[in-house]
């Protein structure tokens, strides 16, 4: 598998622990390290670390109940041991509130830039997902 399939993989983990609801790979495919940064395309908006960032994507991924998404648009640039993926990724499933068994569906297209380095394997070192408006 080349450079640019690994990154890929990576990406599609990303994403379907979303699906799956196994969110053990979102801590494996990340660089937990101080450098990690993160914007969403979800409140709270502000510039998150490693470990708040890694709290809300399940907390995310846990509260939406029949996940899908598709990645479009993907551009992948490699320089050396660094990485830049562009994309855009249509998300959608019901939002599920558990205290009042109501649920709201969910329907989104975001705009993605993430960026990984290469170690051993590559990892994400920044997401930044933006909301595209309707």
């Known amino acids: 598998m080349g450079d640019k ?75 050396d041991n660094c990485a830049v993926v562009t994309f855009t990724i249509r998300q959608t499933g019901m939002i599920v509130d558990n205290y009042s068994f109501r649920g709201q569906h969910l329907s989104m297209d975001s705009r993605g830039t993430f960026v990984l380095i290469k170690s051993q394997k590559w990892k994400i070192v920044h997401v930044h997902l933006s909301r595209i408006s309707d």
């Open 5 to 79: 399939d690994e990154i890929m993989d990576v990406i599609v983990t990303f994403f379907n622990a979303g699906k799956t609801k196994n969110l053990a790979p979102l801590s494996m495919i990340q660089l937990d390290d101080q450098r990690f940064s993160s914007y969403s395309d979800i409140p709270p908006f502000d510039l998150k670390d490693y470990a708040t960032t890694i709290a809300l994507q399940q907390l995310r991924f846990v509260s939406i109940s029949d996940y899908e998404y598709e990645i479009k648009n993907t551009k992948v640039d490699i320089f």
